[in-house]
């Protein structure tokens, strides 16, 4: 499977984006699918999961204002984000792990096997 995310960019705080992940290779909608981040010397962390059955899980900092969601005719994978701090300033990464992960699981970058290149959020 391969994954390419699309849709960063730089934004003022409390502005909007939307990042996409485009999948080929096999189709996303048996598949708990997840959207991470990272910063220069920080571990990964999860920020949102979606899975098989439709089901989400958000990271407690993002809660309100991210939005995933999926569209398993197109085998994509979004992230919609409003309100955005300065602290998601980030590269964010879209992943794919096997279906029926637990929740505490959806958010672990430990159990997510394939990931797409990450594309850059600045927010200032």
């Known amino acids: 499977v391969q994954l390419v995310e ?6 003022q705080a409390g502005g909007s984006l939307r990042l996409s ?3 080929s290779g096999d189709t996303i909608g ?5 959207w991470f ?8 962390e999860g920020v949102a999961g979606i899975e ?3 089901s989400t899980s958000y990271a407690d900092s993002v809660k309100g204002r ?3 969601s999926k569209d398993n ?11 955005l701090k300065p602290e998601d300033t980030a590269i964010y990464y879209c992943a794919l792990g096997p279906g029926d992960l637990t929740v505490a699981r959806r958010l672990r970058p430990l159990y997510f096997s394939h990931w797409g290149q990450g594309t850059q959020v600045t927010v200032s």
Do not use: H, W
Request: proline content about 3%; glycine content about 12%; overall charge positive.
């Open 73 to 83: 005719a197109k085998n994509a994978l979004y992230l919609q984000m409003t309100s």
């Open 52 to 54: 098989s059955d439709g």
């Open 37 to 44: 981040r990272q910063i220069p010397d920080k571990e990964r």
């Open 30 to 34: 048996r598949y708990c699918m997840g």
């Open 6 to 11: 699309s849709g960063g960019g730089s934004v």
């Open 21 to 23: 992940c485009a999948a």
């Open 66 to 68: 991210f939005t995933i």
